[in-house]
């Protein structure tokens, strides 16, 4: 069965349409909804589906539970035009009995937790030291209920200082979408000491919540200790 993702207390478009014109469009009591943690059973309170309304459409805005979790949108509606063809009810989710009032039951999923971005060897206060061949390893994490592939991405900038070295996309592909954990691994490739930042950001869930942009600091050190003798001055003893 298909869900939606949505936040907490977010408005959802509800749109009955038909080509011709809608019958008895005029009446609130003919569209309403409720909202119920069961797909099975919605006890027999309704809210009628307040908007925009022509011969033709009828639009209203409905507000998603403030509570996450699992929650089922029952929508009701004598919804026919004026030759008498009432809303096809062949892709219900839910299973429920076609009748005049045709009734359509739509799974959400409410979610206000973002994806969690940690790394491996990183801080962003301090400076993390490390050479030439070293791995930053980068885990991505959402609790509820996975990334969202559509343009969901993990973007990665390198810093020499204050100037922009490198960056890209690490891309949450389709074959990953849904999945709670990704994992992905750079590896420092440079003879040069210097000072380096992993800048972190631009990832999102199905419902919208987006990680919290996050900077790493690095310096990247390539020479090794030296051993040296001061006093007594070599040929002085």
């Not at 609130?28 to 919605?42: D, L």
């Not at 810093?159 to 389709?174: F, I, K, N, Q």
């Amino acid at each position: 069965n298909t869900a939606y993702h949505a936040q907490p207390s977010k408005s959802v478009t509800v749109t009955f349409t038909d080509n011709y014109a809608l019958s008895s469009y005029s009446s609130t009591s003919y569209y309403r909804y409720k909202w119920c943690t069961s797909s099975s059973s919605c006890g027999t309170s309704w809210t009628a589906i307040t908007g925009t309304r022509t011969s033709t459409q009828v639009s209203g805005s409905i507000t998603t539970p403030s509570t996450t979790g699992v929650h089922y949108l029952w929508i009701e509606g004598d919804v026919k035009d004026n030759a008498g063809n009432y809303m096809s009810n062949s892709t219900n989710i839910g299973g429920i009995t076609s009748t005049s009032y045709s009734t359509r039951i739509f799974k959400f999923n409410i979610d206000n937790t973002a994806p969690v971005v940690s790394v491996s060897s990183g801080n962003t206060s301090t400076y993390t030291y490390l050479k030439n061949g070293s791995s930053i390893t980068i885990t991505i994490t959402d609790s509820s209920y996975g990334f969202n592939a559509s343009g969901g991405y993990l973007s990665v900038e390198l810093w020499d200082g204050e100037d922009p070295v490198a960056s890209g996309d690490l891309t949450v592909s389709s074959s990953n979408s849904g999945i709670t954990t990704k994992t992905y691994t750079m590896t420092i490739s440079t003879t040069v000491t210097h000072e380096l930042k992993v800048r972190i950001s631009a990832l999102t869930d199905y419902a919208g919540n987006a990680a919290t942009t996050a900077i790493y600091l690095y310096y990247i050190d390539n020479t090794p200790p030296t051993l040296t003798l001061g006093t007594p001055t070599n040929g002085t003893v």
